[in-house]
């Protein structure tokens, strides 16, 4: 495999997601030891001809050379594109660009709430994407729509439980939502929406769970108390995995216990 030298990326190092492609890059042998860098750890130098506004929204790749910048999905094409020309030539044409653009951004705008990690306070430099409604939106509706499919037909395996509806499921869903949020009310808008975009990670992370079952069950009959069981040990994952949110965001601890409360809620609400 060929490599880029004397090329860095500069990466978010409290992006886990960040901090793990970009060790791969250097891994795999696409960039060179000195291939990846802390967006915190910028010299003064560095902070001359890198553009500090578009970095935390596009990753950056320094030309050590040249003192040349590029960003976002052109970074990444760029490291792949020198080992595999022919992906680099599929991805430069206009509509395929287009494209890679497109979701790249709804990634990095939503990578703080797809996968969050702990902030390094101690960073003058921090690399926090800017807030962006129209992207946030798109996530909370894209995580919506695959959580109300997904519920709709595990639903469907539970015997005990009446036929369902999308309708429904997505109300189950959306109303999660409104449901917690009203808990926030004293804190802003920012705060309310990136907690409902971690909200629905996690039930996005839940219906992931679900899915392997879902796809198994067309072809063999399990027990009931086994579909209910693996609906039960995913919603105490997703449990654990609210809570370790909530740190992270900072927010009331009481939160946990309202997503619980709401559940109860919507499980009587269904049985009668």
């Keep these: 495999m060929k490599t880029l030298e004397n090329q860095t990326l500069l990466y978010d190092e409290d992006c886990p997601l960040c901090s793990l492609y970009t060790t791969g890059f250097v891994k795999s042998g696409m960039l060179d030891e000195n291939g990846r860098k802390s967006y915190g750890q910028l010299s003064e130098e560095e902070q001359n001809f890198v553009?500090?506004?578009?970095?935390?929204?596009?990753?950056?790749?320094?030309?050590?050379?040249?003192?040349?910048?590029?960003?976002?999905?052109?970074?990444?094409?760029?490291?792949?594109?020198?080992?595999?020309?022919?992906?680099?030539?599929?991805?430069t044409i206009k509509p395929v660009h287009y494209i890679l653009k497109k979701i790249y951004s709804f990634v990095s705008y939503n990578r703080k709430v797809i996968i969050p990690g702990s902030v390094n306070e101690e960073n003058k430099l921090q690399c926090v994407p800017d807030f962006n409604y129209k992207y946030r939106f798109l996530f909370i509706a894209f995580a919506l729509t695959i959580t109300?499919?997904?519920?709709?037909?595990?639903?469907?395996?539970?015997?005990?439980?009446?036929?369902?509806?999308i309708v429904r499921e997505v109300a189950l869903a959306f109303g999660q939502i409104i449901f917690q949020s009203l808990f926030l009310l004293k804190f802003d808008k920012k705060t309310i929406m990136n907690y409902a975009g971690n909200l629905m990670t996690v039930s996005l992370m839940g219906s992931l769970i679900l899915v392997p079952i879902l796809i198994v069950s067309q072809f063999i009959n399990f027990p009931a108390i086994f579909i209910l069981g693996w609906f039960a040990i995913t919603v105490l994952i997703m449990f654990t995995e609210h809570i370790r949110r909530i740190k992270i965001l900072k927010l009331p601890h009481y939160l946990c216990y309202t997503w619980v409360l709401y559940r109860i809620l919507a499980l009587t609400l269904i049985l009668n």
């Design 51 to 91: 553009d500090l506004k578009r970095a935390p929204n596009e990753i950056a790749l320094v030309d050590n050379k040249t003192k040349t910048v590029t960003y976002g999905i052109d970074s990444l094409i760029k490291v792949v594109g020198f080992s595999f020309p022919l992906i680099e030539k599929i991805t």
């Design 148 to 165: 109300t499919f997904v519920l709709f037909g595990y639903s469907n395996l539970i015997p005990v439980l009446p036929k369902t509806s």
